[in-house]
């Protein structure tokens, strides 16, 4: 741990002592959880004084323990140890003062990792790769909508004023919001963040990040969560919200995660490249899998209720386990198939997902696909190719494909598995039991 002091005493030394450091846990959600630590009390992290309870890892999405998962007060709601993840320390930009944030890791009190860390799950995907002498290496796309700052947080999103309802690559929508999204920038190159393009996109006040191809698989998730709570703090800033909801706007583009990603073999050679017109079998294979396990993992490209909003025929985003050479309909897209930049696109998830989970379930699926040896369907541009069913709108059925899925137990462990379902159960019971104000609208006058 004393690198983590090295760490420290460069920032210190770069930017100043900072009045308080922002210790920052990713449950299950995606959602931020930690404490303030005083800069004066930072030994303590090397101490293993800096604790939080274990069940902090898994509160449903209203942030309360529920006691079906086993965690909690149901068994004396135990202590975790917070550990400082290296590389992570970084400043806040648009903090008030000198504000310093740090992600962390819980640790039970036997030193090992939590079971229940989502970093942890996708790390042991990508052992599994190296196991195999694979590295996977990947790139992420996030959408998400500027709206206009909210009096209730149940008033319906408005975007910004003078926002076309279609800016789709609009620069004039960029210059227009220049400032802010400077600002955005500024602050991902002050964190380090590796952030390529900024696009307008499709819907209104809506906008795509593009980030650098990394074979950090775990530093590119914290990346997305990092940006997440970045892109939210800028926005607020200039009296705004941003929201990384899958489908804020029922008549506009949802928000999508896309991945992009390739295998390289330990001398470095993309195992996806090829130098004739055909398409790599690694690569083949690849998309046999992902597409074998898609079903199995949508509740976890697909989260919550809203999530399902995205997935209907016709929209902007894809919603079946089908692929193509370079087709924005397909679930997954093959943008490029010869040289070092062959990879292919998951197009699924939304930009509401848990990086963490998301990646190492893609991932999953592309290590699959290459032990098995499966061959893929006929890509969407064949003239013989059939439509493949389409995946789930309902919520229910997703989490019953997830709970009965072996792809799942094995990726998760049982135990997290059931912990994620009784989660979203619950979310299901909260959600779908509270009467909507559209149907006060329809019926209540009426019947």
Request: glycine share 6%.
């Amino acid at each position: 741990m004393t690198d983590f002091m090295t760490e420290y005493d460069l920032y210190c030394t770069q930017h100043g002592v900072p009045e308080r450091i922002d210790l920052m846990l990713c449950d299950i959600n995606a959602v931020l959880r930690g404490k303030w630590l005083p800069s004066s009390e930072v030994s303590k992290l090397l101490d293993n004084q800096v604790r939080i309870p274990l069940s902090t890892y898994a509160p449903n999405i209203f942030g309360f323990e529920i006691p079906e998962t086993g965690l909690g007060m149901i068994q004396g709601d135990p202590d975790g140890i917070l550990k400082p993840i290296l590389g992570t320390l970084k400043p806040v930009p648009w903090a008030k003062g000198n504000v310093a944030q740090l992600m962390v890791e819980m640790h039970e009190m036997n030193g090992e990792i939590s079971e229940l860390s989502p970093r942890l799950i996708l790390q042991r995907i990508v052992d599994k790769f190296k196991n195999k002498g694979l590295n996977p290496v990947v790139a992420c796309e996030l959408e998400f909508y500027i709206i206009n700052k909210r009096k209730n947080v149940s008033d319906p999103p408005t975007p910004p004023e003078r926002t076309p309802d279609a800016q789709n690559y609009d620069l004039e929508v960029l210059s227009r919001s220049e400032e802010m999204l400077r600002a955005i920038q500024k602050a991902s190159k002050v964190l380090g963040l590796p952030i390529d393009s900024i696009i307008a996109e499709f819907g209104p006040g809506q906008f795509e990040i593009n980030f650098h191809h990394t074979g950090d698989v775990l530093s590119a998730a914290d990346t997305a969560v990092i940006f997440r709570r970045l892109v939210r703090g800028v926005a607020d800033e200039y009296d705004m919200e941003a929201t990384f909801m899958a489908k804020p706007y029922a008549d506009h583009p949802g928000n999508g995660m896309h991945l992009h990603t390739s295998v390289l073999d330990n001398e470095g050679v993309n195992i996806f490249e090829c130098s004739n017109e055909e398409i790599a079998p690694a690569l083949r294979y690849a998309v046999a899998g992902v597409l074998n396990t898609m079903e199995d993992f949508q509740a976890i490209f697909a989260p919550h209720m809203n999530s399902y909003r995205r997935f209907f025929p016709g929209g902007f985003a894809p919603c079946a386990p089908d692929w193509g050479l370079d087709n924005r309909n397909a679930g997954i897209r093959l943008p490029v198939t010869k040289g070092p930049a062959s990879r292919l696109e998951h197009r699924i998830s939304g930009a509401d997902i848990n990086p963490y989970l998301a990646f190492a379930a893609i991932l999953a699926g592309i290590l699959h696909g290459i032990e098995t040896e499966e061959e893929p369907p006929l890509p969407l541009e064949d003239a013989n190719s059939s439509p493949a069913m389409p995946l789930t709108t309902n919520w229910n059925q997703s989490l019953d494909n997830f709970e009965n899925s072996e792809f799942a137990k094995a990726l998760l462990g049982e135990n997290y598995c059931n912990i994620y379902s009784v989660l979203r159960r619950n979310e299901i019971s909260q959600i779908t039991t509270e009467i909507p104000p559209i149907e006060y609208k329809t019926y209540l006058s009426r019947l």
